[in-house]
Each structure stands twice: as structure tokens, then as C-alpha cells.
């Protein structure tokens, strides 16, 4: 593997280092380290941050690249489920080439670390899960791209997808994700003990989707932490979009957010603007990984969303009325550290032993890397330049 | 002034058209027109939009250009606006240069009209109202710029505002500010009285900021109806935020948006994604007008915001939940003709007639220009092609 020196740029907006990389790894960061014959790329006192990560997305979904799909679809979340399955049934969606665009898209904004729920259902099988495999094969050694295998369509209410999901964690999904076991399933309890049983079955973690409002969703909730105590689940364990403890009394949301922090069981937020939100202040003062993702990207969901994970930062400080720089940089967290924590990617950061992931862009601190997503200027993937100047090298 | 054929765009989308545009105005829309000696510029088949409208923005506050601000400033009201003054004061903020480089900015991705409050205070007396003028003057055929004379540090509490208020509108300014009489003057009837009294003598139009929420800005929004009436300005009063409508109950609500359709009452919205806001789609269908703005663009208030409408037209659509093509298509009307109905900027739209206030851009439908914001590929105001390829003309 090439090694690499980077010169003069200033890790989170720190004073300017080199940062010399060996074997795809961060092996010294120092002024003024010498050249020895490495390949020497030149920071111009550029901003570096680590590689970014989106914690929540669903890859197979997207019709990024592709002629405007227009959205006429009804409001509510059965609609839009059953809107997709029809529409991926006749246009015969190619989850391997739509799931391909959006990850080069990510890796070429300096994303290089995905996690991905992948719809499984008793229409489609196991066909969203083999294209994202197949992206996931042809973008390995430059991204890590985890997948949930997800029941969109519902777990409980479409007898067999227990079975397609068990399958798709012997073909290589490495979660067991889960979808509103009141909203959806209607039985929270029988829901959750067959996502949980795969899960322990596989010895794999497990992400839920959570959108279950209010007490609703306080009470599912309750179950998953129930279960996650039960079966020793203890920092394996990530809800999705919790919208519940954004709307539920301050009181019960302490509890609950205590009980996740004792447990380890982290929150995924998409920070939706037109919803109640774990505010994320809150959740990290009680010890409760918080982290980010765009959700779908251009969809037949949504017409947002960008391949770009400053730009989620950007919405989850909106949300949060994140103002001041110290929040900028708590909104940079969720899309860095607080992701790779609460999604357990490892070697990850700017130090040595990281691997070596890397971003670079033109801008004086954090803060304005998040208000104002200035292109990534480059972007070093596992040690190797994989972007220049926003775009990705063949 | 020089005439111009503009070949092949589809006006919002729709069947491609050639416009022909005389002495500054749309003259015919329509396939084929003869070139007969006038400038011609080929569209290539792009998504044609009126001039963009911002409808509540601070050009005087911006720091857009210059070194990143860093803030670590207080989350009450009170503490921004005490901070941002004696910020100016120390730095000796330009305001001239400050709004020229926010202006032009707006310029190049398509905003031919702004309406921008200017704080008037009894430290920095009209200087900021000056430097704006400045903007104003030298941006005229280009840019249309309405001024808001805006008693940001309070009206009844810092004596002598009123006065500054009645010569800020002697010397250029097109509009009574006002600034949440109840929250900020304390005297919600006297505060009004001498905002209504200012407009009365002059014969101008009023813009209050109302962030007051709940009950206490339903209150204050009573008294500005109520002296609408009793001073007959219908159709001359705009509310900016109305944050109360977001959370009053909505019986409530909706019997404050009959009275404010009734009067031709409308609303500027910047559609912040933490606090409640006047619901676009409710408001329209009561018959309020309700239009968009950035509010400060990167100054000392805030990180965020850029100098792109079709920018702010996402952020609606993202707090609205506003997905299919229809509803983005609303989010586009809040920059475009329910700004121009709400601020009172006349000939305007795409129709002979109408000012040849023209954007062009990639974009196949209206939808995909607000939730992808395609660089700017032409811009023409009042006839002429101030900017190409997102970059202003010299």
C-alpha cells in the first residue's frame, strides 16, 4: 500500500501538522516530519477532519443520479411504504446501481463509513440486501459499509420475513433492524422478541426504527431496554429516530435517557425539522450516544437529503438552535465520533493508529465546515486518495 | 437598454418557450420568436424562474465574506442583541461593504428583491441605514431593496428610538420596523401605538418582528389587527415570525388567520426548524399570504444561512414535511409570488408585462430546483444578465 504525507493542515482546525500515513493507517502526526520517499500531498493549511459517517441511511431506496421522480404520495407512513413496493415492482429498481451512485456520492463529500438499512420484505426477498452487497464488494478497501437487514414493510404483519431476515443475516447483513413494533406490528411484545431473537440467534446488534410518537413510543421503548437487559444486549443496541423523546413529559424522557445510558444503548437521529427530536444537548449530558444520518436520500420517500454528512450536521444544528462554534462542534460529533461509537466502527479518528480517513477543506474552523459545507478539497480513504476537488477518482 | 431573446427555457418547468424581453421587461413568451437583431442567449432547454425574492433578511448585520466569527454568545434574545451591539461598536462594522457583499451574493443565485429590516438604535443612531442606501444606490437596476427601519434594541426602552424611527423613514427607509411589544418594550399598546403612528404619519407600510410565543404573541398580534383596522392599512402590514401561531391552540390560530386574511395581513417566515411556526399550508388555505426570508445570514446572531433563496424554499419544505411535487412547488411560491404580494414588488413574475427579473437553471421540474439548489447558470435583472454560472458580472 502507498504510503502518504500530508503536509501542513490542521486537524480540526488546530495548528497546522503533517500527517504522515503507512499501511492505510495514521502513523505520525507532527510538524514537519520528512519526506523519505512517500508521496507528498500538500494541505495549504486546509481544515482536516476525519472520514465522516452516515449513521442512518437507506442505500437501496435511493433514486439519486436518476430523472426526477415525482412525489405524489399520501401522507402517512403506511402510504409511502406501500407507494415504494409498488413502485419497485414496476419500475424494476436496481438496488446494486442505485445503492453504488449514493455511496460514491458519499465517499467523494468525504463519507467513508456507512451504515445502511436494507429493506428485506416477502415481495422483494433478499434482491435490496444482494445489490447493496454487491456495492459493498465493489467499494471495499475505500469504505465500510454496515447493513441492517430492515423490514420495512413490516415484520409481524407479513408472515416469512422472520425467515428472509434470518436469511439475510447468514448472507451477510450485520444487523437485525426492527420498525415500530406498536405503529406497524400492532404486538410490540411478540415484535421485539423475534427481533431480538435473530439478533442473539446470529450474535448480531440490533437498530430499530423508532417513529412511534409520544407515550407510544416511550412504552416500545421500555420493552427494547427490557430486552436489552435480559439478553446482555449492553452497547449493541441503537434506536432510530426516538421521535418519542422529543414530545414525551421531561420527566419520563430523563428516565428513559438514564436507563439508555446505564444500558449503552444508543439513538440515531436524522433530526427531522417537522418533528419532536431527541434533543441532542439532553441525550449527551445523560451519557447517551447520539448520532446522525440522513435517512433516505431522493427517494419515493423524500425529495431531500444530500449525500453530504455537513450538511446533515448543518440540519441537526438547525434543529437543535446549535448557534454558538462549541455546538457546531457538537453537531461535527454526531457525524464523526458520537457515529462511529454508536455504531462501533473502529480504528477511527485523527490520531495515530486511526485509520486513515481523511477530509480536507477550506475553512477556519469547525463551526464554518458545518454552517457552510465548503468541497471536500480531498478525501483519503483506508491510507489511498479516493477524491479531489468534490470528485471521485476512477 | 440593450434588448434580449431568451431561447429555449420551460418557464417553471413547463413546455420549452423563447422570451423576448424589451427595455427591461418581459414583451412576448412564446416558441420561435425571430431573433431580428437582438442579443440572443440559448436556455439549452433549463427550468426558467421569476427573479428570487427575499422577504426578511438584516443585510447591515452580515459579516458574509469575512473571517470566520467565532460566537459564544448567550441563548436569550437579549443576549444577542447586547452582544451584536457592542461587537459593532468595537469592531466598527461596515455596514456599506457588509450589505454590498451579501447583496451581490443574492444577486448571483437569482435574487433580484429583498426586503432587509436595518437596526436604528440610539448608539449607532442612522450609520447602518446609511451604509445600506449605499447598497441600495449602488445595486439600483439591478436590485430592488426595500428597507425596514428596525428598532432591534428596543423602541420605548431606549428614549429617542421613536425619533431616529421618524428620520430613518425621512431619509430612504420604505417601512415602520417594529419588535415584540410585549417581550422586549414591555408596553405591548404603547410600543404599537408609536409604531402605528410612525407609519401613519408618513404613510408607510409596517414589518414587526413578533417572536413572542404562544398566548403572549396572540396577544400582541390582537393589538397590530386591531390598529390595522382602526387605521384602515390593509394590505400594508406584514408580521415577521409569528412564532405564537405555531403553538396557540388552533381554534385560536384559526381565528387569527380569518382576521389577518381579512385584512390583508401577511407573514414573513423564516421557518426555523426549533420553534413552532405559522404553518405554510394552514395559512394559505385560511387566505393569509405567508412568505420566506433567511433572517440574519451569518452575522453575529447566527452561523447559518446563505444568500440563496431556493436554499430558504428547502428549509420551508423541510419544516412544512413538505415532500411531493406540489408542496414543493408551495415552497417555491414563498419566494417568489407570495413574496412579491406580500412585501408589494410590482411587475412580477414570468409573464409579458412583468419585469425581466429571469432565472435559469438545470433543473427538470420545480421540485428538484428547491430540494437540489442547482448552481445558477444565468441570472437576468431588469433585462440584462447581471450573472452566469453562479458568478456576478463586473
Known amino acids: 500500500m502507498t504510503d502518504l504525507l500530508l503536509r501542513n493542515v490542521r486537524p480540526y482546525g488546530r495548528a497546522p501538522v503533517d500527517v504522515l500515513v503507512r499501511d492505510g493507517f495514521i502513523a505520525t502526526m507532527a510538524a514537519g516530519i520528512p519526506a523519505d520517499g512517500v508521496i507528498v500531498e500538500d494541505g495549504m493549511g486546509g481544515l482536516l477532519l476525519p472520514g465522516l459517517i452516515e449513521g442512518h441511511t437507506h442505500l437501496d431506496k435511493t433514486l439519486w443520479g436518476l430523472p426526477w421522480y415525482r412525489n405524489a404520495v399520501g401522507p402517512r407512513l403506511e402510504d409511502r411504504i406501500d407507494n415504494e413496493r409498488a413502485f419497485r415492482a414496476a419500475s424494476g429498481h436496481d438496488a446494486a446501481a442505485a445503492s453504488r451512485r449514493l455511496a460514491e456520492a458519499f465517499l467523494a463529500s468525504g463519507t467513508t463509513r456507512i451504515r445502511t438499512h436494507v429493506d428485506i420484505d416477502t415481495e422483494a426477498g433478499l434482491k435490496h440486501l444482494r445489490g447493496v452487497l454487491e456495492t459493498r464488494a465493489a467499494l471495499a478497501g475505500r469504505m465500510e459499509i454496515q447493513i441492517v437487514a430492515f423490514p420495512q414493510s413490516g415484520l409481524l404483519i407479513r408472515p416469512g420475513t422472520d425467515a428472509l431476515l434470518d436469511r439475510a443475516l447468514m448472507e451477510g ?54 430486552r436489552t437487559a435480559a439478553l446482555c444486549m449492553q452497547g449493541r443496541v441503537v434506536v432510530s429516530h426516538a421521535f418519542c423523546l422529543g414530545s414525551v413529559p421531561v420527566a419520563r424522557r430523563d428516565a428513559l435517557l438514564a436507563r439508555m445510558a446505564e444500558l449503552r444503548v444508543a439513538i440515531a437521529t436524522t433530526a427531522p425539522a417537522s418533528r419532536p427530536v431527541p434533543p441532542v444537548a439532553v441525550c449527551k449530558a445523560a451519557g447517551v450516544t447520539i448520532f446522525g444520518g440522513n435517512d433516505g436520500i431522493r427517494d419515493t420517500w423524500t425529495p431531500h437529503g444530500r449525500p453530504d454528512m455537513l450538511h446533515r450536521a448543518m440540519l441537526i444544528a438547525l434543529r437543535n438552535d446549535f448557534r454558538r462554534d462549541d455546538e457546531l462542534e457538537a453537531a461535527l460529533h454526531c457525524v464523526t465520533d458520537a457515529a462511529a461509537a454508536g455504531c462501533g466502527f473502529t480504528a477511527y479518528g485523527l490520531q495515530p493508529g486511526a485509520r486513515a480517513d481523511l477530509v480536507l477543506l477550506d475553512a477556519e474552523t469547525i463551526a464554518e465546515a458545518v454552517a457552510a459545507q465548503p468541497p471536500r478539497r480531498l478525501v483519503v480513504a483506508n491510507g489511498q486518495v479516493v477524491a479531489r476537488g468534490a470528485a471521485l477518482l476512477s
Chains 1, 2 share one sequence.
Open 173 to 226: 447483513a450485520d444487523l437485525v433492524g426492527g420498525l415500530d413494533p406498536c405503529g406497524i406490528d400492532r404486538d410490540a411484545v411478540r415484535s421485539l422478541d423475534v427481533v431480538f431473537g435473530l439478533a442473539e440467534r446470529h450474535g448480531k446488534g440490533i437498530d430499530i426504527h423508532l417513529h412511534e410518537p409520544d407515550e407510544t413510543g416511550a412504552f416500545s421503548l421500555d420493552l427494547i431496554l427490557e
